[in-house]
């Protein structure tokens, strides 16, 4: 019965979203302030060997629902809330549940003739990169699955949105436009994956964060033709063994360093975004005080064949330590190599049909698997090096 | 003689067929692609500038000088007036339009500007909202709407 669970929510939530827009053709029941906004997405994946998202090898596993509802209401001329909850069953590293992506309530302090300035507090997304803050989001993504060598799916709960307050300001001139984020907050990381990626999968305790800050300038020109970006993190965990633990209490700290350069044409889109991630493992006992680096970037291009159908392109690559991009340190402790890196070529195609309905299909050619969730996969030493993933969406939204 | 007047004529006819396209290009080309930026009659400022009016529209720009909030509208973005106002008006493409409203609508960190259904309801909207921006193909000729104007 557990299984279809998620039948049922699903239904649920399909009824609440048709009240909400019936409530919303009915427009005296519903005040003009108030916005809403919302999707569906359906994923399939099919993988040659391997598991994402449940059991897609030698089959095809529709386990990535995606459904969204977000509202926005205005009470003062200054003050903004919105609130999205996010149903949300990935594989088996998330099981279908409803919760609160973001809730802000986002004052806007001062505006001049070039800019302003504002802060927000609550649950607040994570500006990261040229995705991070709609990451779930299919329309605003170029791929079914993000580039994974930075936006991980695996370890997300640490990047998807955290507790806190912001402060933003924007800034206009004449040779272009610069936004400043800087959030401090408690990041939602606390599950198995993100356990499982930073002390690997014998680790039984629980991992914890601390606040942590997350910062990005941006500089757009031409109303977002050319885009750059900086953005950096600073997150810190701590890890509380249980009694039986082979891994003693420690503490990990993150702190990546992105930054991403993007055109969009009429037709032609190029993206580029690179990562260097600083790692620092102290105080486990079986674990040596180690410091290492990650490095992963991604290139990719696309292009508008029709007004609604586009092709894309990209080359994503990832190695979690500089030092040992071979992978020769998971192999001394009886790990495949190739959980040190991965790289993957893909190849899609997506179709607008209409402005609020989108199907899409690419193809990713991987080798490694570094990305790949250990809920997933639970026997790390029967993954395969080269694997092929299929992938199909299909998107609405209102 | 007779050869000096048929050249004549030709190179006359060669002019002719050159000012026309001229004229086609100066004024039947931009009358098909005309719009017009226009505000309800309360709104304070009379002229823009091109950063101006995109931070309006990508909706960064959210009041007036005079501390009123702005009510943006627009036209689907498959509509071809909204198309032609977002290349001629504000040099930028629909999907990028686009992109910009959908960040900050699913990011939960603004609002996106309200779509109306066609350019009689442009007219109606803007006429009756204090504070009010949007497009249109041609002048209104309606005393509560006014045309905005570029620096």
């Not at chain 1, 827009?21 to 003009?32: D, H, K, N, R, T």
């Not at chain 1, 569906?40 to 529709?62: A, C, E, K, M, R």
């Not at chain 2, 977002?86 to 500007?113: C, E, Y």
Request: aromatic fraction near 12%; proline fraction near 4%; hydrophobic fraction near 40%.
């Amino acid at each position: 019965m557990k299984r279809y669970d998620y039948l049922l929510v699903n239904k649920f939530l399909v009824c609440c979203i048709g009240l909400l827009i019936s409530l919303q053709v009915q427009a005296q029941f519903w005040p003009e302030d108030l916005k809403v906004h919302g999707f569906l997405t359906q994923n399939f994946f099919h993988t040659s060997d391997n598991n994402v998202y449940g059991q897609s090898d030698d089959g095809i596993s529709p386990g990535l629902t995606e459904i969204g509802l977000n509202l926005s209401y205005q009470p003062f001329k200054r003050l903004t809330l919105s609130a999205q909850g996010l149903y949300r069953r990935a594989g088996k590293v998330g099981g279908g549940v409803v919760r609160l992506d973001y809730g802000v309530a986002d004052l806007n302090l001062f505006n001049y003739q070039n800019g302003r300035v504002g802060i927000r507090g609550g649950r607040i997304k994570i500006p990261f990169g040229l995705y991070n803050e709609t990451r779930d989001v299919a329309f605003t993504n170029p791929t079914i699955l993000l580039p994974q060598g930075i936006y991980f799916d695996r370890s997300r709960s640490l990047l998807v949105s955290a507790d806190g307050g912001s402060l933003y300001a924007d800034h206009r001139t004449e040779f272009g436009d610069f936004y400043f984020k800087f959030n401090l907050g408690m990041p939602l990381g606390d599950n198995e994956e993100i356990r499982s990626s930073i002390l690997g999968p014998a680790a039984k305790g629980q991992i914890k964060a601390s606040p942590a800050f997350a910062t990005q300038l941006s500089y757009e020109l031409n109303g977002g033709e050319t885009v750059f970006a900086v953005s950096f993190m600073n997150l810190k965990l701590k890890y509380q063994p249980t009694v039986a633990d082979f891994i003693s209490a420690g503490n990990t700290t993150i702190r990546p360093l992105l930054f991403s350069a993007q055109y969009n044409g009429e037709k032609l889109g190029l993206t580029a975004e690179y990562q260097y991630r600083w790692n620092d493992y102290k105080g486990y006992v079986v674990i040596a005080n180690t410091q290492f680096v990650t490095e992963s970037w991604y290139i990719q291009g696309s292009y508008r064949f029709l007004p609604q159908v586009q092709g894309i392109v990209r080359y994503d690559t990832y190695s979690s330590d500089i030092e040992d991009r071979g992978g020769q340190r998971a192999a001394r402790n009886g790990l495949p190599n190739h959980l040190a890196y991965a790289k993957d070529w893909m190849l899609g195609i997506r179709w607008d049909i209409t402005p609020t309905l989108m199907l899409r299909t690419e193809y990713h050619r991987v080798h490694g698997t570094a990305w790949l969730a250990q809920s997933d996969n639970q026997d790390q030493s029967k993954t395969k090096q080269d694997w092929d993933l299929y992938a199909l969406q299909i998107s609405y939204r209102f | 003689m007779l050869q000096s007047l048929l050249s004549e004529l030709k190179r006359f006819i060669c002019l002719k067929t050159a000012v026309a396209s001229f004229l086609i290009y100066v004024f039947i080309v931009p009358i098909a692609n005309a719009t017009e930026i226009v505000v309800n009659q309360s709104v304070p400022v009379r002229e823009f500038s091109l950063n101006n009016i995109r931070a309006i529209f990508t909706m960064r720009q959210r009041f007036w000088p005079n501390g009123e909030q702005i009510k943006v509208f627009t036209l689907a973005d498959q509509h071809s007036l909204h198309k032609s106002f977002s290349k001629n008006q504000l040099q930028m493409f629909p999907h990028q339009l686009r992109r910009v409203w959908d960040r900050i609508v699913f990011s939960g960190t603004g609002q996106a500007p309200v779509t109306l259904e066609n350019e009689q309801e442009m007219i109606d909207k803007i006429s009756t909202t204090p504070s009010a921006i949007g497009y249109l193909s041609r002048d209104p000729d309606n005393e509560k709407i006014r045309l905005f104007v570029s620096q």
